[in-house]
Nanobody, 114 residues
Framework: VQLQAFGGGLVQPGGSLRLSCAAS????????ISWYRQAPGKERELVAR???????NYADSVKGRFTISRDNAKSTVFLQMNSLKPEDTAVYYC?????????WGKGTQVTVSS
């Protein structure tokens, strides 16, 4: 099983980034996929989640700014991040979970700074 997150980078406040999480080795369509983030000195927190059926939920801090979506044909989940703020700076991780199993990908750094 492999999850690969990419798309991070340096962006100015108010800017946008699109993260991608590509999965292999799992039956992607049945998995719930989540994005988490961890800022320096802070605990890892849930950012957004999308179920196999396409239901989504978001952390209050990102509602209205971030959108999670999935392309089952490409076994990929996206996180569109708009109106980025300095407090969004963190390492972003994706996780796949189902049937009590979970798999994590390596993170991708997002830095929001002027």
């Amino acid at each position: 099983v492999q999850l690969q997150a990419f798309g991070g980078g340096l962006v100015q406040p108010g800017g946008s980034l699109r993260l991608s999480c590509a999965a292999s080795g799992i039956i992607f369509t049945i998995y719930t996929i989540s994005w988490y983030r961890q800022a320096p000195g802070k605990e890892r927190e849930l950012v957004a989640r999308i179920t196999s059926g396409g239901n989504t939920n978001y952390a209050d801090s990102v509602k209205g700014r971030f959108t999670i979506s999935r392309d089952n044909a490409k076994s990929t989940v996206f996180l569109q991040m708009n109106s980025l703020k300095p407090e969004d700076t963190a390492v972003y991780y994706c996780k796949a979970e189902q049937f009590g199993m979970e798999y994590w990908g390596k993170g991708t750094q997002v830095t929001v700074s002027s």
